[in-house]
């Protein structure tokens, strides 16, 4: 069932049945801890290119602890602390959004199965994406990172990692924690145009044409 989702300025949108959501306008200056807060599982989020402006605090999108099968797409967000927020979640899809001067663009740690960000482009943030610890089945390709102070943070105990196809910017490229996550597929990466050289345990390695 598709339902609409009438943006009001001063109250926060409830999510809390299955479905697939329609954003019906732009919203302006949001003053609140969140706008949308999901709080079901099995739900399709469209923004339909639809902006979400806040005031510079506060969470554009929270997704209740385990919820399941959640898809946010074509959605622009900027001006809050935290776009896209969550812990504790499986099978979650991230697509076709613009974020953009947020502290923290894409916020999501513990125990966060199957996750899956493509197609966005993140400008202007603290922090682009920042996920860790206990994440598995982490897909990121075909994203855009454009001057943020730190593109990517993947932080602590993770598996199954796979980051292609992505564009990173001014930001820095960070993977970190007390047990470094491993990366299993990581390809076609390009820093300001160049591109990324991946070495995990290897040593003794000459790289050609860097710089």
């Known amino acids: 069932m598709r339902r609409t989702i ?8 409830i999510i809390n049945q299955s479905g697939y959501y329609e954003l019906t306008s732009d919203i302006t200056n949001f003053c609140g801890d969140y706008y949308i807060y ?16 806040g005031v ?11 919820v399941r099968n959640i898809t946010i797409k074509n959605i622009r ?23 953009e001067d947020i502290k923290y663009g894409v916020w999501l740690w513990e125990s966060i199965y199957s996750l899956t960000l493509v197609n966005n482009t993140i400008s202007n943030s603290e922090c682009g994406v920042d996920l860790g610890v206990g994440l598995i089945n982490i897909t990121i390709t075909n994203n855009t990172f454009i001057e943020n102070t730190l593109d990517l943070q993947i932080y602590g105990d993770m598996s199954s990692i796979e980051i292609t ?10 993977i970190g924690g007390y047990r470094p996550p491993h990366i299993d597929v990581f390809a076609n990466n390009t820093i300001h145009g160049k591109p990324i050289v991946y070495l995990d345990s290897k040593s003794n390695i000459t790289i050609e044409s860097a710089g």
């Open 56 to 66: 510079g605090w506060g969470t554009a999108i929270l997704l209740e602890d385990n």
């Open 6 to 13: 009438r943006l009001d300025c001063y109250q926060t949108i």
């Open 77 to 99: 967000l900027r001006d809050w602390v935290y776009g896209i927020q969550g812990s504790d979640c499986e099978l979650l899809r991230i697509e076709n959004t613009m974020i």
């Open 165 to 174: 196809n992505n564009s990173f910017s001014s930001g820095m490229f960070l």
């Open 38 to 53: 999901i709080n079901a599982s099995d739900v399709i989020l469209d923004g339909k290119n639809h902006t979400i402006d």
